[in-house]
């Protein structure tokens, strides 16, 4: 910053190493030093009683068992044994696992694709892309809400219209894989807006002259996609992956209204499973515990495994 | 974005690759580009616009097969009497109670934790700054229990503050001034410091006037994040008497206690005021998305 030995007065007041200068040399007032403390204190204060507390005790937290939900007793590892040899935490995990790889794998190609109409000129084009991203707006529940109105087998906007064109109508929500189609579904219609901004974002920020160059060389459009479009949109594509995986395992609010887990909990997912566990009785609060401290670690596995691959891909 | 000079000669003057200037006949892949588009916005149309419609309905009418397009008549008396007979008033008005304060509050200490991170050098700072990125990637659908424990021992369960005060400090909003912030310069508020202003007065009275996009983004996103919560306010709610709309909503409609007629007509006022503000900042929310990536 400069060159001179006498510490320069400062925007921020303080020597840049942080106050580790000898008082009196390039010191700042006390009032200078002190400010940036209270500044932060209240929102720090916030993230520490509301986060970073709780993200630490939680592990701590699922040693502990409690059938009411207001004495706890020490229980040890007890917790993990009963989660791993419960068949409803398995059934959850599985619908999880089933969710989540539809809901990336349509929420990567949805994206890309709505991202490339969106990106041509093309008229009312603003108009398509709010359409398009209004959805993430509205509150998921009742989202939920109003799908499971939409959705219903007798009364129901869908198969109204499926009648009256002659085609079967199917009880969507009464039919377990048929509900786990939906609720994909409803995800989709919920979250791709924001994920086609994203990419979006990312095609802006590819350079013209590649296609340029492709054209004038005779490329076909699919080949300009393949080699060009893919290419640079990795990174923006890996970014949709991580969270669209992030958002996929925390899927509860419009699950909750759409089906409520059902039929028979076949798109009960694992959100809902700790849910109902820690907060509806029969309380089993263990069990509860313990499968957040697994979501929490599988969820940060995976993005960890994201950001490898990613990386490697990037180095070939 | 597009630099038309640097277009090469042998390149038909329009660009091609991404789309025509309408005059030409339509080709094959326009015609159906357009027809996903529409495709597309009706599906993301239709549910809204039929919700809207079927709020106005009676509850034969909700109940007839094949249902009519348009209902009998537009009057008021789902919404009327949803807010009356049951308490849909209270959970509106709580809603929003907890969305305008919590708002307010996340701009006071979102801005403040803002400043000394990107203004002052200070111990601690980088530290802070790390533990507010690590915040981001801890979802509360993970933390949930020991959170409601935390909330539980400080009495906030069944409280309104309970809804207001754990959310309200976001990492997301601290990123966002604080990266904005950098870009101030700090000559201005060393000329505040020589006039002799105080550390609060330079920031209230010189940084925060500079911030106003930000705090505008900030202040879009925390309205929509508050007033669509679910699960958090499904927790520390327990009692009727906090409900929030959403929460109202569901709990309801599940235990099939209230007509669904006045379901609707609830569930297209929580969703009245977030398409309200699309259509006036629809821009502004989706610059601010897209470029902090973070929603």
Redesign the interface.
């Known amino acids: 910053m400069s060159g001179s030995t006498v510490a320069p007065f400062r925007p921020g007041g303080v020597p840049r190493r942080g106050g580790r200068a000898p008082a009196g040399q390039g010191w700042a007032p006390w009032n200078q030093r002190l400010a940036p403390y209270l500044f932060v204190l209240p929102n720090m204060l916030i993230f520490g009683v509301f986060i970073i507390y709780p993200a630490i005790n939680a592990f701590n937290v699922s040693r502990f068992d409690s059938r009411n939900g207001r004495t706890f007793t020490p229980v040890g590892a007890r917790n993990y044994d009963r989660l791993f040899s419960d068949e409803d935490f398995w059934a959850a995990a599985w619908h999880t696992a089933v969710f989540v790889c539809c809901y990336v794998t349509l929420s990567v190609v949805v994206a890309i694709g709505l991202g490339i109409l969106l990106n041509q000129r093309i008229r009312f084009r603003g108009f398509f892309r709010a359409v398009v991203f209004l959805p993430k707006l509205l509150s998921p529940v009742v989202v939920g809400l109003i799908f499971g109105w939409i959705l219903d087998r007798r009364v129901g906007l869908l198969n109204n219209v499926l009648g009256a064109v002659g085609l079967p109508q199917p009880s969507w929500l009464t039919n377990g894989t048929l509900a786990m189609v939906c609720t994909v579904s409803a995800a989709i219609w919920l979250h791709v807006g924001f994920y086609t901004l994203i990419i979006l974002a990312g095609l802006q920020g590819i350079d013209p002259t590649y296609y340029e160059a492709a054209q004038i060389d005779g490329a076909t459009a699919a080949q300009r996609f393949r080699r060009i479009t893919l290419p640079l949109l990795a990174p923006t594509t890996m970014v949709v992956l991580i969270l669209s995986t992030i958002e996929g395992f925390q899927a509860f609010d419009f699950i909750y209204s759409l089906t409520g887990g059902g039929p028979v909990g076949a798109t009960t997912l694992i959100v809902q499973y700790i849910y109902e566990h820690a907060f509806r009785s029969p309380v089993r609060y263990g069990l509860a515990a313990a499968g957040s401290v697994v979501l929490f670690c599988t969820i940060f596995a995976l993005t960890l495994l994201n950001f490898w691959f990613g990386r490697r891909r990037e180095s070939i | ?3 038309v000079s ?3 000669p ?2 038909r003057p329009q ?6 200037s ?1 005059r030409r006949p339509p080709t094959a ?2 015609v159906l ?2 027809a ?2 529409v495709v ?2 009706v ?6 616009v ?2 809207a419609l079927s709020s106005f309905k009676t509850q034969s009418e ?6 009519s397009l348009l209902p009998k008549s537009f009057g008021l008396s789902n919404y009327s009497g949803a807010l009356s007979t049951f308490d849909f008033s209270v959970y509106l008005r709580n809603s929003v109670i907890v969305t305008s304060a919590a708002t307010v509050l996340t701009l ?3 801005s ?2 803002a ?3 990107a ?7 980088n530290l ?1 700054f790390l ?2 990125l690590g ?1 981001i ?3 509360l ?11 539980t021992q ?1 009495g906030l369960v069944n409280s309104l503050w309970g809804l207001i ?2 959310p ?2 976001t ?1 997301t909003g ?1 990123f966002l001034i604080r990266q904005y912030m950098l870009s101030i310069p ?2 201005l ?2 000329a505040g ?1 020589i006039d002799g202003a ?3 007065r330079i ?1 209230w009275r010189i940084v925060l006037p500079q911030c106003k996009a930000p705090l505008a983004v900030l202040t879009i996103f925390s309205v ?1 994040w508050r ?2 919560d ?2 958090w306010p499904l ?1 520390i709610s327990q009692s009727q008497r906090t409900y929030t709309l ?2 109202a ?2 709990q309801f ?2 235990q099939e206690v209230v007509p ?1 007629n006045y ?2 007509a609830m ?1 297209v006022v ?2 009245l005021p ?2 309200i ?2 259509l006036f900042m ?1 821009r502004k ?2 610059q601010g ?3 902090t ?1 973070l ?1």
Not at chain 2, 15 to 20: A, V
Not at chain 2, 43 to 48: A, D, F, G, M
Not at chain 2, 62 to 67: E, S
């Open positions: 974005m597009i630099v640097q277009r090469p042998t390149v660009r091609r690759w991404t789309g025509t309408g892949g326009r580009t357009y996903v588009l597309l916005a599906v993301v149309l239709v549910p809204i039929w919700l909700l109940a007839q097969r094949p249902p006071v200490l979102n403040t934790a400043y000394a991170l203004k002052y050098n200070f111990r601690g700072r802070l533990v507010t915040t990637m801890i979802p659908q993970v933390i949930f229990i020991p959170v409601y424990q935390v909330a400080l005060i754990p309200a400090a990492p601290v700090d000559e508020i060393e410091r105080g550390e609060f920031f929509l007033w669509n679910f699960l927790i959403p929460v909503l569901a409609a599940s669904f379901i609707l569930s929580s969703m977030v398409i503000v699309f629809q929310v989706m998305i897209a470029s990536g929603k």
